[in-house]
Nanobody
């Protein structure tokens, strides 16, 4: 049973940077898994942000964050990261980390970490 814990959220000014972490436990290896970051703001539908394939670090980004966000993973500590730069007020949302096996199956979710971009 996989468990995910996000951290790193907080209050930042527009144009600032923040790094989110997603620590995964309960699995011996993540090489056959995919980690996704989603976000959801009040009265806004949940939005895909980025994903990374653990086996080769291939990544995919939503157009809204492309060029500003970078997703990565650290095999040594089973942690995925979302480096966010040039943050905008519209990036304000609860950010969720999610994990799914490359072959499909159950999707695991963290509790989320709140990112607020405001002056």
């Amino acid at each position: 049973q996989a468990q995910l814990v996000e951290s790193g959220g907080g209050l930042v000014q527009p144009g600032g940077s923040l790094r989110l972490s997603c620590a995964v436990s309960g699995l011996a290896t993540l090489r056959s898994y995919i980690t996704d970051w989603f976000r959801q703001a009040p009265e806004v539908e949940r939005e895909f942000v980025a994903k990374i394939y653990w086996n080769n670090a291939s990544s995919v980004y939503a157009d809204s964050v492309k060029g500003r966000f970078t997703i990565s993973r650290d095999n040594a500590d089973n942690t995925a990261y979302l480096e966010m730069s040039n943050l905008k007020p519209e990036d304000t949302a609860m950010y969720y980390c999610s994990l799914i096996h490359k072959g499909g199956g159950a999707r695991y979710w963290g509790k989320g970490t709140l990112v607020t971009v405001s002056s």
